[in-house]
């Protein structure tokens, strides 16, 4: 199943869906060398997103987090690829830089019709702007 969204940065990638249904504010929460959740007041604590198809609302807090999502990519512990309900400049920034697939504004909402379970294969088409599930 194809599901439409818009480009945010380009790439294609696929993996398992890790979903959180809190705002992630990478500066602080995201350890950039192990990739792994820090902050004990997501739901996704201890998760690590290395790989994963990482599904949230949105960032927030720093604009650092640009940086650290940078980071997570030279260290190789980025998530292949990012679902955004509503994506901001601090995630855009840092998935652009680190050449990390994003599409957001999908024509239905992820986290909301539970459309797409944790751990569920999900391929990213940042270039052409959907999602689809396998």
Do not use: W
Request: aromatic share 4%; glycine share 12%.
């Amino acid at each position: 199943m194809k599901i439409k969204g818009r480009s945010i940065s380009k790439g294609i990638a696929s993996g398992k869906a890790l979903i959180s249904k809190q705002k992630i504010s990478f500066l602080g929460a995201v350890d950039p060398v192990t990739g792994i959740i820090m902050d004990k007041s997501l739901d996704i604590y201890g998760e690590e997103i290395t790989n994963r198809i990482l599904i949230f609302p949105g960032g927030k807090g720093s604009t650092v987090g640009s940086y650290v999502i940078y980071q997570l990519k030279k260290h190789g512990k980025s998530p292949c690829a990012m679902i955004v309900q509503r994506v901001d400049t601090i995630v855009a920034v840092g998935a652009i830089i680190a050449e990390i697939p994003v599409v957001d504004s999908l024509e239905t909402d992820p986290l909301e019709d539970e459309r797409i379970r944790d751990g569920e294969e999900v391929l990213v088409n940042g270039t052409r702007g959907y999602i689809e599930l396998q």
